[in-house]
């Protein structure tokens, strides 16, 4: 339960399942588990590499993907004919959504489609950035500090205030998640009508609106406490190194509606 890109893989949702390393010895340690005879709770995994996931893997692969996606982010901020930003964004906003569920639901993450998507949303995000910098100078900047720090106090909250994920708090977060998700869906299509409800102020200062992005950030502030219990799990369970392109897949997303909900608040305090 909680980031779908995450929880769909038993190594990192903490379901129980460990792996461990092939070793050369008898026969009767290698029929049916690898490693030592003590480990005879670790099921086999013939598409283990040779060495397990570790801390470094997750954050070499996460900084790869955040790089190509602010590489494509700053390509279309600054390359895009203006006319075009509306068009790109919703374009590559679409073509983001279904890669996300593309990779979301391989059983192996491929590295190929999480830079892929790393390069659209890299597009979504520079046209939408491009659109708010036109609208309230300074404000890109003010917002990528903002997310990088928002991440950084939570890890390190995370870390040094020893915070316990437990199944109820993962339970909470995906059901308020879903239930924003929803919210922000019926707000959009009721908008594509000509119905304002007041969620996404588009020319003017929202009370409202500015309550629904505190909302959506603290929701994005929790799902990442979540991606970072995920990681943990998955290197307690000794899951395989390529399991990293997951970990990276789903804390970039998170990421990116984390940097979205922060634009919006920081554009409400600039009206």
Known sequence: MGNPV???SDAFAGNGVQYAQPQQGPASYQQGYYG???ATQAPVNPMSPSAPL??????TK???TMVALLISAAATF???PPQFLGAGMIVSGIVGFITVLMVSFRRVVP???VLIYALIEGVFIGALSRIFEYMYPGIVVQA?????AAAGVTLAAYKFFNIKVTTKMRRLVLITTLAYAGVMLVNLVMSLFGVNLG???GGQLSFLGLVVSLLGAGLATFNLLVDFDYVENAIRNRAPASEAWRAAFGITVTMVWLYTEILRILSYFRR
């Open 199 to 201: 969620l996404w102020s």
């Open 111 to 113: 590295p190929a489609g």
């Open 78 to 80: 600054v390359l895009l």
């Open 144 to 148: 990528v500090l903002g997310t990088f």
């Open 54 to 59: 570790t801390l470094d893997d997750v954050v």
């Open 62 to 64: 996460t900084t790869i």
């Open 36 to 38: 030592d005879p003590a």
């Open 6 to 8: 995450l929880s769909r």
